[in-house]
């Protein structure tokens, strides 16, 4: 089983940049999809971004789309967010998870592992 541990998270400025990062741990990350969610304050889990296992495909949600960045590294067994122009509804938990494929990440079936989640705050 894959273990996730996501970091970078902080208290940021409105239109601010901010790049979380989750490290995988237990089994290489080779062969899975990974992607990205965050979670505000009474409300649902949000998908955000998915990568495929080779990094060749993306695919993000309309709310973050050409501002947030998915990429990742299999040497390392990491998984990036590159979040630019951040906004004060950005603000949650945010977690990462790997899956099997990418319509494992973005859909609700299917199995996922999870990280613990990093808080950002974005002030305005």
């Known amino acids: 089983q894959v273990h996730l541990v996501e970091s970078g998270g902080g208290l940021v400025q409105a239109g601010d940049p901010l790049t979380l990062s989750c490290v995988a741990s237990?089994?290489?990350?080779?062969?899975?999809?990974l992607g990205w969610f965050r979670q505000a304050p009474g409300k649902e889990r949000e998908f955000l971004a998915a990568i495929n296992w080779s990094g060749t495909n993306t695919y993000y949600a309309d709310s973050v789309k050409g501002r947030f960045t998915i990429s990742r590294d299999n040497a390392k067994n990491m998984v990036y967010l590159q979040m630019d122009s951040l906004k004060p509804e950005d603000t949650g938990v945010y977690f990462c998870v790997s899956g099997i494929t990418l319509a494992a990440i973005v859909g609700s079936s299917g199995s996922k592992s999870w990280g613990q989640g990093t808080q950002v705050t974005v002030s305005s």
């Open positions: 237990g089994e290489s990350i080779n062969r899975y999809a």
